[in-house]
């Protein structure tokens, strides 16, 4: 049973979103670690990169399959997890503590539109 945090939000798309004031941290989930396999390169954007919700950040590759990542909000990359350059798999490691990049939100409002853990379960289920 892949583990979901209760205090994230999340995209259908199996990014997870941490808004703390205007900052939102953005990695993937649990489930799609899981689903990948070990992961051996992560694509991320450059700092200072507009982000769009819905939209390509970046990618995921793995052993098995690459996976595009999708934004879940708006705004501008003010970090990326520049340990992930080196070390993609510490993201199978622990994918909530090996955040993939930090966006400083242009509409918070976005958040709302995104699944609670419930519903990210749900997903996760079928």
């Known amino acids: ?73 708006s705004g501008e990359v003010v970090e990326i997890n520049s340990a992930l350059e080196d070390s993609p798999e510490l993201v199978n490691e622990d994918a909530f503590s090996n955040w993939i990049m930090k966006v400083k939100v242009s509409d918070p409002s976005e958040i709302d539109a995104l699944l609670d853990a419930a519903a990210y379960a749900k997903i996760c289920e079928e």
């Open 1 to 73: 049973m892949s583990k979901i945090l209760d205090d994230l939000r999340y995209a259908d798309s199996h990014e997870w979103v941490k808004l703390e004031g205007d900052i939102a941290t953005i990695g993937i989930t649990d489930y799609a670690q899981h689903a990948l396999g070990s992961i051996v390169y992560v694509d991320m954007p450059e700092e200072g990169d507009e982000v769009t919700a819905g939209e390509e950040f970046g990618a995921v590759e793995s052993v098995k399959a690459a996976s595009d990542l999708i934004s879940p909000v």
